[in-house]
C-alpha cells in the first residue's frame, strides 16, 4: 500500500510541476519584449486606448477609429458630412 501511495504521490508531484511551466513557458511567449515594449512612467499602456464621442450621433469609438474635422470627431464619413444635428 505504502509504494502506491508513493507512485500516486510522485505522478501528482510530476503534473503539478509540468503544469506550472507550462504556464510560465506560455507568459513569457506573450510578454512584450524589450525597453520600448514598457510605458513610460505614467503613461496609460498601450493596450489602452482613449475613447471619444460623434459630434454627430453621440456613439463612442476608439480614437484610432475616429475621423477628425474641423475640431470635432465623427464615426463616418457620412456624419462628418452631415455635421452636429440642430438641437
Known amino acids: ?51 471619444v464621442r460623434c459630434a454627430h450621433c453621440g456613439i463612442h469609438l476608439p480614437r484610432s477609429e475616429a475621423l477628425l474635422q474641423g475640431g470635432q470627431t465623427w464615426c463616418s464619413a457620412e456624419h462628418a458630412r452631415l455635421g452636429a444635428p440642430r438641437r
Request: hydrophobic fraction near 55%; charge should be positive; avoid cysteine.
Open 1 to 51: 500500500m505504502g509504494k502506491l501511495l508513493f507512485w500516486i504521490l510522485l505522478i501528482l508531484a510530476a503534473l503539478t510541476v509540468a503544469r506550472i511551466a507550462g504556464r510560465m513557458a506560455a507568459n513569457r511567449q506573450a510578454a512584450p519584449r524589450g525597453p520600448s515594449a514598457r510605458p513610460a512612467p505614467g503613461r496609460p499602456a498601450a493596450a489602452t486606448e482613449t475613447m
